[in-house]
């Protein structure tokens, strides 16, 4: 404000000395109209700046606490932990990671549901998070603004599982395992862990397929494996990088995977979607935030954020997990939210989890 003073006086010495040199009254009028218009211009500037400063929030400004609910060690841990180290890097602040898993997680989302709107404690998750909303294991909505803001979705190149069955199956494409399934409805076994991705997955291709399956509770995926090729399930949903390694070694036969697009890694893998069936899932991670934070400190950390992007050291980590991050606006991180918590209450529903409206 001070530098636009000194503006405006400025003006005023040139209009004062624009005055003093004419002696008629139409260079009087004219220098007059000159210098009106300069101030003009002044205060204009002025405005601009102080609306440009209205909207730019800083941030951070001090030691930012992200929350993690899963253990130390794990997947979600090593991703938030690429993240932080970026920002502190990026940033000067210290970012500091408290794992917090207790009550499946619950605890870590109160913490920062209840936690000062300030930019100050974060939540860095993923679509566990809807699962137990619709499962019941908590009780708020967490696509509800007045629950959590939604900041940004940060690491989103990963793959969706694949569709895998043993290399001596009598179906060799997707089209095969849903005309086989019409012909023995409710025959072909499908085995993951109850209430996992896998098993989401799978009823929401049989509904997709209007086929009839017989879900199993394999275990994770290191026992759905040894089900599968142990002949104890017909068909599994695992991870992209182990099913590689399986067909490779001749062990399993891949269907299809959940992605919208090829994987990089296996462009000869068709999609399910690409094949007619709509099984679109991946798990992302996210950042959100307590509800009612200021749009312009949303803005502003999505903007420090997305510089991740762009690091080539974020890059080269996030390859050690087979994904990476595509920078994603305020706006279309929400939607990507919103889309995933409407897939996931479909799939919820599908399995008769979904408990959200009673």
């Known amino acids: 404000m001070k530098r636009m003073n ?16 004419c002696g008629s009254q139409s260079g009087s009028t004219a220098s007059t109209t000159v210098a009106t218009e300069a101030a003009g211009a002044a205060e204009s500037k002025e405005n601009e700046e102080s609306s440009e400063s209205a909207e730019s929030v800083a941030w951070p400004t001090g030691t930012v606490k992200w929350v993690v609910a899963a253990n130390a060690g794990g997947g979600t841990d090593g991703m938030a932990r690429v993240m932080t180290n970026y920002l502190q890097t990026a940033t000067g602040e210290a970012m500091t990671v408290v794992n917090d ?26 679509s566990t998070l809807p699962i137990q909303y619709y499962q019941g294991i908590y009780d708020k909505d967490p696509s509800d603004p ?33 005309a086989y399934c019409e012909a023995n409805p409710g025959t072909v076994t499908f085995g993951n862990q109850n209430g996992g991705f896998g098993q989401l997955e799978a009823l929401l291709f049989e509904d997709r397929a209007g086929i009839d399956i017989n879900f199993v509770d394999a275990g994770g995926q290191a026992d759905s494996i040894v089900a599968l090729l142990g002949g104890n399930i017909d068909c599994t949903l695992i991870s992209l990088d182990a099913a590689l390694q399986y067909e490779e070694a001749g062990d399993m036969k891949l269907l299809g995977i959940c992605n919208e697009e090829r994987a990089k890694d ?11 069936y709509d099984v679109v899932f991946k798990s992302d991670m996210y950042v959100f935030g307590p509800a009612n934070m200021d749009s312009a400190l949303v803005e502003s950390i999505n903007a420090v954020l997305q510089g991740a992007a762009e690091d080539a050291e974020v890059a080269e980590s996030l390859a050690n997990f087979n994904t990476g991050y595509e920078a994603m606006s305020v706006e279309e991180s929400r939607q990507a939210w919103s889309d995933v918590c409407a897939t996931i209450k479909e799939m919820c529903e599908l399995a008769g989890y979904d408990v959200s409206s009673k």
Not at 266 to 276: F, I, N, R, V, Y
Request: with cysteine; hydrophobic share 45%.
């Open 6 to 21: 000194l503006v405006k006086l400025a003006v005023l010495a040139a209009t004062m000395g624009v005055l003093t040199a």
């Open 101 to 126: 898993s207790t009550g499946n997680g619950t605890v870590a989302y109160e913490t920062v549901r209840n936690a000062a709107a300030d930019g100050a404690t974060l939540l860095f998750y993923h």
């Open 146 to 178: 007045e629950n959590f803001t939604v900041i940004a979705n940060v690491v989103n190149q990963g793959n969706g599982d694949v569709l895998c069955v043993p290399s001596d199956a009598p179906y060799d494409t997707l089209e095969d395992l849903v």
């Open 266 to 276: 296996a462009p000869d893998l068709p999609t399910m979607k690409e094949q007619g």
